[in-house]
Nanobody, 127 residues
Framework: QVQLVESGGGLVQAGGSLRLSCAASGRTFSTYAMGWFRQAPGKEREFVTAISYNGRNTYYADSVKGRFTISRDNAKNTVYLQMNSLKPEDTAVYYC????????????????????WGQGTQVTVSS
């Protein structure tokens, strides 16, 4: 059974930083792309970033490009999201997810392409 557990969320002032972690189990982690999504109150879940199975390729939503960095450690079955220069509009529940296909070269950017999700971690950025 695949399990994804996020951690690292919290309350931070605008301009601050947070680092989210997502620990995966139950699947050969190193052969699947991973992604981060977020959902703010009253809004739909939106794509934030994705990383290929080997960590060589990444893709970011325009809203976070240059501020957020995704990375992974396949030896630890963990993916990270470093968030810098946080803004109040970054406030949301952040979810990690694992791709439904192994070893894909194209990074999945829609929620339908992911088949397992974590429970989410709250990030609140105060102004």
């Amino acid at each position: 059974q695949v399990q994804l557990v996020e951690s690292g969320g919290g309350l931070v002032q605008a301009g601050g930083s947070l680092r989210l972690s997502c620990a995966a189990s139950g699947r050969t982690f190193s052969t699947y792309a991973m992604g981060w999504f977020r959902q703010a109150p009253g809004k739909e879940r939106e794509f934030v970033t994705a990383i290929s199975y080997n960590g060589r390729n990444t893709y970011y939503a325009d809203s976070v490009k240059g501020r957020f960095t995704i990375s992974r450690d396949n030896a630890k079955n963990t993916v990270y999201l470093q968030m810098n220069s946080l803004k109040p509009e970054d406030t949301a529940v952040y979810y990690c997810a694992v791709d439904g296909w192994q070893n894909r070269r194209m990074l999945p950017v829609t929620s339908a392409e992911y088949d397992y999700w974590g429970q989410g971690t709250q990030v609140t950025v105060s102004s």
